[in-house]
């Protein structure tokens, strides 16, 4: 029997990226069932498609695997193209679905959220130009699972996914594939190998940190066997179901070793961390933190030194919490810079109409029309690029930046579960008293002008509304609000600071001094201790 009838379940609503929930939750009989179902109803269904699959390693994704492929099966999809071991980064599906022409893809991953049986899981749907199902498509699987009734599964055992080559299921191919072959020669297609092999002759010493997520044998493969960086350059190489217990967000509070690494007296030249999935990367030099709106701005200033951007950039886009430091590159190069809400779908249109070659997000995500997903270990690659080219460091690279284009100090503040009902009454206060703020002057600061970001997509007009709260300041500082949708536990809220510096001085102050003003301000103007009760933020980056 393939059919099986159902019931649906609550809550299968995606969030900024795919449907993430406890593992528990995702491993109660029927659940991923009607999720992936769902999916497949949402986009006219399967019939002779071709589909990717693949994930970050965590714990039941292998599991699901097999069920997904066992229900492709069912619904008469022609192919399915999976990673060897269910393993795929983010990236490197977006890619395979693009080079091989696929209908579309599903990730398994809640990527930069711990995984075990404890902790969570996630299912992603992508398209057919290799990027996140856009909202429109999102709503359509949500609406599919309010309403599902039964879900076609054939009751065969799991095919074998450790052996490379084809298998058929039903009447359906299983193609097992080298997960980071194809992706690794793109990546020697966009930059310059050559070089970066003498870089690394030349003694480059690297710690790439793969938080023992998917990333592993990906950069194990790119730095130490094609590139020549000394054997354990790459370190938590091995994807583990929990990921060794590590929290696999490449940021200072979860990748701390690479920090006290790099920070300490026999630092390397360069750091860098990766999330589960392998999307989002963490630069640091020799005792030196890159933020991420810098690392953007850097790359786009520098883009040109690669020979896969060596003609120049479309334009540039990033997530409107991101700072505003690319918009001063992008200014300087006279290219457009869009402003999209938090989340990789929104740069897909963008990328594909051509308008933009470069995209970033705050949140440690940087990436190119390459692919059609943020891609860690391809910001990684380019920075080497852009050192090996100019023969300089991180931090002269970052102090010639600032010099150029002035410094704008940035930080991300997290609160995390906090009690739902809280975060939301807290906001809706803050909304509620938007009207009155502008003109007042709060801790030195005047406010100039307070609003709820909406985007309107240049390409297909669609409309997204509610994507976060803003305070300008009249000096060009700003604060911005919003609650996250990755998140499996009660509400974070995120709380993001800017302030510009122009220069020539002030440009070497430590972020949270720069910023202090900002925080007193917001702290007014919100009330988060009040409301919450917390002092201070579970994370800074
Ligand atoms: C977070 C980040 C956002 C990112 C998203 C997915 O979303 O803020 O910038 O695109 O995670 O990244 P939220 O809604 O929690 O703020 V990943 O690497 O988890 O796919
Ligand atoms: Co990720």
């Not at 049986?117 to 130009?129: A, L, R, S």
């Not at 299983?174 to 997960?179: I, L, N, Q, R």
């Not at 949708?485 to 509400?491: H, N, S, W, Y």
């Not at 974070?492 to 001094?513: F, I, N, S």
């Amino acid at each position: 029997m393939t059919r099986h009838t159902t019931t649906p379940f609550a809550g299968q609503k995606p969030g900024t990226s795919g449907l993430r929930k406890k593992t528990a939750v995702f491993m109660q009989p029927n659940y991923l069932e009607n999720f992936v179902q769902a999916t497949f109803d949402a986009i006219g269904g399967v019939a002779d498609k071709v589909l990717v699959l693949g994930g970050d390693g965590r714990y039941f994704g292998a599991q699901a695997a097999g069920i997904i492929l066992k229900m492709a099966a069912a619904n008469g999809a022609a192919r399915v193209i999976v990673g060897q071991g269910a393993w795929l980064s983010t990236p490197a599906a977006s890619h395979l679905i693009r080079i091989r022409g696929a209908a579309g893809g599903i990730i398994l991953s809640a990527s930069h959220n711990p995984g075990g049986p404890d902790e969570d899981f996630g299912v992603k749907y992508n398209i057919g130009n290799g990027g996140p199902a856009p909202e429109t498509v999102t709503e359509a699987i949500f609406a599919a699972t309010q309403t599902i009734t039964e879900y076609r599964k054939l009751d065969v055992p799991d095919p074998d996914l450790t052996v490379l080559g084809e298998t058929v299921l039903g009447a359906m191919v299983v193609e097992v594939v080298d997960p980071v072959a194809a992706y690794a020669d793109l990546m020697e297609t966009l930059f310059d190998f050559k070089a970066l092999r003498g870089l690394f002759h030349e003694g480059f010493r690297v710690r790439i940190d793969s938080m023992n997520a998917i990333t592993g044998p990906y950069a194990t493969e790119i730095f130490e066997r094609r590139l020549g960086a000394a054997p354990g350059s790459v370190v938590h190489a091995t994807p583990l179901p929990d990921f060794g217990g590590m929290h696999p967000d490449p940021n200072p509070t979860w990748a701390h070793e690479l920090m006290a690494e790099m920070m300490g007296p026999d630092a390397p030249d360069f750091g860098a961390a990766s999330d589960g999935d392998g999307d989002r990367n963490m630069v640091l030099g020799r005792g030196v933190y890159v933020s991420p709106s810098d690392s953007l701005a850097v790359l786009a200033a520098n883009a040109h030194l690669c020979p896969g951007y060596a003609a120049g950039l479309k334009g540039v886009a990033r997530s409107m919490p991101t700072s505003m430091a690319v918009d001063r590159v992008a200014a300087d190069l006279g290219i457009d810079c869009y402003e999209t809400p938090t989340g990789w779908k929104f740069f897909g249109n963008l990328l594909d109409a051509g308008r933009v070659s470069l995209c970033g997000e705050e949140s440690f995500g940087t990436g190119s029309d390459h692919v059609r997903e943020k891609d860690g270990l391809w910001a990684v690659l380019m920075w080497l690029n852009i050192i090996a080219v100019r023969g300089q460091g991180v931090a002269e690279i970052m102090a010639d930046h600032w010099e150029r284009f002035g410094r704008t100090y940035y930080s991300r503040h997290d609160y995390e579960a906090l009690p739902v009902d809280i975060a939301e009454l807290m906001l809706n206060q803050f909304r509620a008293a938007m009207p009155t703020m502008p003109g007042q002057v709060v801790e030195g600061l005047t406010v100039a002008a307070v609003d709820e970001f909406a985007y309107a997509d240049p390409v297909d007009g669609s409309a997204s509304s509610g994507q976060g709260l803003r305070v300008l300041f009249e000096d060009g500082a700003r604060v911005v609000l919003r609650l996250s949708g990755t998140g499996t536990e009660g509400a974070t809220l995120r709380v993001y600071l800017e302030r510009y510096e122009p220069g020539p001085d002030g440009l070497t102050l430590d972020p949270q001094a720069a910023l202090a003003p900002v925080i007193r301000a917001t702290e007014v103007l919100v009330g988060i201790e009040g409301y919450t009760g917390r002092e201070e933020p579970d994370v800074i980056t």
